[in-house]
């Protein structure tokens, strides 16, 4: 069973930094690329950014460059986010999502971790 | 950016009647396009991928159809789980890969 359990949200200042992580079981992580998708409170769905499976192509949306940074450690089956300079707007949960191939829709999706900015 | 545009923001529907969402892209995205659905304190679940095609363990009451800037997403008859927001997201050109702003099934 494909599992991603998100972890590292919690209560920052504005400014400050954070790191998510997204920990991934039942699949050969290494093969597939990851994302991070966001949710504010009461709003939409806000994709985030993107990896491939061996880190060669990663992609962001233009309102988190230069913040935030996506990683993966294949050994450790894990996926990160680097959020630094966080601002009010970049409060929401947060969710770990695989994709099917390179470049397409979310497959499986996490739970979320909540971010809040405050 | 492609911009997804989803209608109506509101569909209330009964139970068993049919409930049909829409979904517009701002400039053609080919068959390149899912369907989630969540519920409440869930995170989102896929529907259908690649404009059309359901999938696994979603049930066939769900079927969806389009291409290029037009979409539709058709639930045959309403059950109670399927109350619930539905996004669609193109992933034909990006980034960033774009969600329509969601359609609120409610239960009329």
């Known amino acids: 069973e494909v599992q991603l359990v998100e972890s590292g949200g919690g209560l920052v200042k504005p400014g400050g930094s954070l790191r998510l992580s997204c920990a991934a079981s039942g699949f050969t992580f290494s093969t597939y690329s990851m994302n991070w998708v966001r949710q504010a409170p009461g709003k939409g769905l806000e994709w985030v950014s993107s990896i491939s499976s061996s880190s060669r192509y990663i992609y962001y949306r233009d309102s988190v460059k230069g913040r935030f940074t996506i990683s993966r450690d294949n050994a450790k089956n894990s996926l990160y986010l680097q959020m630094n300079s966080l601002r009010a707007e970049d409060t929401a949960v947060y969710y770990c999502?695989?994709?099917?191939?390179?470049?397409?829709?979310?497959?499986?999706w996490g739970q979320g971790t909540l971010v809040t900015v405050s | 950016e492609v911009v997804m545009t989803q209608s109506p923001a509101t569909l209330s529907v009964s139970p068993g009647e049919r409930g049909t969402l829409s979904c517009r892209a701002s400039?053609?995205?080919?068959?390149?396009l899912a369907w989630y659905q969540q519920k409440p304190g869930q995170a989102p679940r896929l529907l259908i991928y690649d404009a059309s095609t359901r999938a696994t363990g979603v049930p066939a009451r769900f079927s969806a159809s389009g291409s290029g800037t037009e979409f539709t997403l058709t639930i045959s008859s309403l059950q109670s789980e399927d109350f619930a927001v539905y996004y669609c997201?193109?992933?034909?050109?990006?980034?960033?890969?774009?969600f329509g702003q969601g359609t609120k099934v409610e239960i009329k």
């Open positions: 997201q193109q992933y034909n050109n990006w980034p960033p890969k774009t």
């Open positions: 400039q053609s995205v080919s068959s390149d």
């Open positions: 999502g695989r994709e099917v191939g390179t470049g397409s829709y979310i497959e499986y």
